[in-house]
């Protein structure tokens, strides 16, 4: 079994409550270990018979590669990736019409990270990546998630646009984003079953991809900057569709 790292006091405690597989715990000497400090993460570890280490801080420096580990890193199994029917069915176990995402090519790990932590508040039923040019789910992406990767269903797949036409066939309508739409992201009814389409940071969604989508929308924009970072109109899009649809507004 292929194993990782976790980094950083959040996304290990995550982990361990989600109950991935955990080899070791490491805690670096001088850390505080009181009630405020590392000293419930290592009892938590503790309690489900997780090794606590602890080691001097460069061990972890050298471990983390530059990331933030915060004195403390889990030896996890890697994460195994959701099918396409296992976020179908998350979306039926809450009994709410499917709410998906598909991102055509994120590259950024700090931006997945962000992608799915929003996408867990927002109450998104899964995320569908693709296999190649897009980042996956590597120990930066779970850190700089704050945890949100242990909740959030990720499914990977080889062709996102064969997706795409599978998820409409099971009447799911596919909205992409666009600077260039004509109408704006309001615009669309929520409440049925949908898919977030977000392209990639730099060229946005493929032509072909965005040919797929029943809908292309845009953010309003008002000031001189052209394009958001892809996190973050993401998170604006994963919002709306949230609001929308606990006010139920049409």
């Known amino acids: 079994m292929e194993r990782e790292w976790v980094m950083g006091r959040q996304p290990v405690r995550e982990a361990l409550v989600a109950g991935r597989q955990t080899e070791k715990l490491l805690v670096a000497e001088g850390v505080h270990r009181g009630k405020g400090g590392i000293g419930p993460l290592m009892e938590l570890a503790k309690e489900q018979g997780v090794p606590v280490q602890t080691v001097p801080r460069r061990k972890l420096d ?106 409409k066939e099971q009447g799911v309508w596919l909205v992409g984003t666009d600077a260039d739409a004509v109408d704006d992201f309001g615009s669309v009814d929520y409440q049925v079953p949908v898919a977030l389409v977000i392209g990639n940071e730099g060229k946005g969604i493929s032509h072909v991809l965005k040919q797929r989508c029943d809908f292309l929308v845009r953010l309003p924009m008002k000031g001189r900057v052209s394009s958001l970072n892809a996190s973050v109109a993401a998170a604006l899009f994963m919002y709306e569709v949230m609001r929308r649809r606990e006010s139920g507004r049409v």
């Open 62 to 167: 050298q471990l983390a590669q530059g990331g933030n580990h915060q004195g403390v890193m889990a030896q996890v199994a890697s994460h195994d990736y959701a099918s396409v029917e296992e976020l179908f069915r998350h979306a039926e176990e809450r009994g709410e019409a499917p709410f998906f995402l598909l991102l055509d090519g994120i590259e950024d790990p700090h931006n997945l990270g962000s992608i799915l932590r929003t996408a867990d508040a927002a109450g998104v039923h899964g995320v569908v990546i693709p296999k190649r040019r897009a980042v996956g789910l590597t120990p930066v992406v779970a850190k700089t998630s704050a945890g949100a990767v242990e909740h959030v269903p990720v499914a990977r797949v080889t062709n996102l646009n064969r997706l795409a036409d599978q998820l």
